[in-house]
């Protein structure tokens, strides 16, 4: 019994591990229409950056807003220089964005090396929270608390601010946007900063747990894929309750079936797609 | 009339050139080249239906690929022999392939590309972590080549003989399939898709025909590979081979029967090259993708043209306005 509540604990904290990564991919691919394939490549460079940063003696949460901060930079630059040029040609943006990842990940195996890093735990979350006689690891609940506090935000600047409003607007209708004066490529920018600095903060929070190797991005991908085809394009609330289905289909497939845990992780992927296909939250795009 | 025989010629010292490789070649290792060459040219030809003839970009070409060679190699080991193994990896493959088109046709454009790269995933993940069958990352061992009407494909030039008459009948097959009335639906159903449903074509049906052309010769270059390279491991399943494939798609130019050719020779050659000075080829794989995209979106040899016509005429500016500038000055 403990041992299920134990791997449920795990499954929502990996759930929010995944909605750090897939919200600005759904942003992303919501307004500016790119499937960023070096979405991955954003969490664990960020979680590389962490490592760095903490190496150096930093305090851990500082490392993950630091490396937050340097990503989004890095990601508004690759917009602003590169995607930019290409708007409007979908095919070439993906590729882009493809051949980037490939030099992302060379370049981490050069500087950090194959090994795997695995960050100790924040000391004053090293512990156990005991509720109810139950022994929760006090690190992946931090990450949920964390998780549902950068969605919260990330709602409340959606629906409840001018900027998010530009946003939807920019969502529904990028050439009417246009015209009533909204600079939706200024948006387009800073929703490609934003999508990469979430990530980018995701990969070091979720460092102490998934631990950084070469290969997490190729990991983290298709999970961002999978959760946004979930929970469809552009929805934040697709994207939350997509990453805490996967999270938990995750889990669970591989404590029971480890053999075929990556496929079932597709499964609802495939159901969705031929009973549903524009997502559970999405909206049929004409 | 002209333009045909000159092509005719061409097609025919091509075709020489290449059954006369060995000979002038000599070096074993360069045999090997040439045959990689015409195993991932026939990938690259079967990628191009969907990319280039049916505007389908699809990433998921590596677990079809990986697919063919997987059923074949696991028959192998199991003891079957090379004509039922072949056979049975090729009818698995147009299953994979009929499963994936129905799946990733529900949409085209991105939705199309996100969604057979995430089914290609799904492959790379029953290779790498479904251990007791595929044996993980261990891959399976392939220890024999067939020996059609008993003759032993070995060494490599017999093997490369073998490689180039399966890319022969590839790229006939391509040629006509590419200008029957089918290829034409399906360029139509690229262009102008709605046109095309409105005269009551069924779009659905003929793009799903294709993804299964595509699929079928895709399992044909998988099996040449394992044969190949007596070996296959889940790398070959890897987003990295569908993205390679691409790239001999898009650097060659689509839509073409040569480009797709000329593609896989490049890339192949570079991944050769590059892999023998340094260990780098995936970040060399990816400033490539980068450059091409930025600087020649139309493919690498209409690129580099359009490129040197641009240089010749600036060359030529400065040098004018350069005579200009002496002769106002005398």
Redesign the interface.
Known sequence: MNQWLILAVNSIALGGLLFLLSAGFSLIFGLM?I?N?MHGSFFMLGAYFGVSILANGYNFWLAALLSGAAMAVIGALVERF?LR??AG????Q???T??????????CL?VWTGDPVQPPTPAHLAGALRVAGLFFPLYRVAVIVIAVVVAVALWLMVDWTRLGAMIRAGVDDAPIARVVGIRVSQLFTLIFALGAGIAAFGGVIGAPILSVYPGLD?EML?LA??VV?LGGTGSLLGALVGSFVIGLIYNFGQAML??????I??LP??LV??LR?QGLFGKVVP | MKTLALERAGIILGIMLLATLPFWVGNAYYINVASQILLFAVLALALNILVGYGGL?S?GHAGLFAIAGYTAALMLENGYGHLAADLSALAMVLVAAAVFGV?AL??T???F???T???G??VW??A??????THGDNGVNVSSRPEPFGISLAGPESFYFATLIVFLVAIAAMALFVRSPFGASLRGTRDQARRMNALGYNVWLIRFVAFLVSGFWTGVAGLLFIYYNGFISPQVA???TS?EA?LMV?SGGTATLLGPIAGAAIVVIMKNVVSAYVE?W??A??????LI??FM?EGLVPGSVRLAKLGWQAWRKTGATGRAARETAS
């Open positions: 229409r499937p394939l590169l040029r290409l040609q979908e095919l070439a993906v590729l882009l493809l051949g980037l990842s490939f030099v992302v990940a060379d370049a050069m190729g298709p894929l999978i085809i480890p053999d075929l845990a990556y496929v992780l597709f992927m495939v797609l031929v296909p | 970009v990433l799946l529900r949409t454009g991105i939705g590309l996100m969604i790269l995430a089914l995933q799904i993940g029953v790498y972590r479904w251990q007791s069958l890897a987003l990295q993205a691409l898009i780098r995936n970040m794989l990816g400033i490539i993708f980068v995209i930025t979106p």
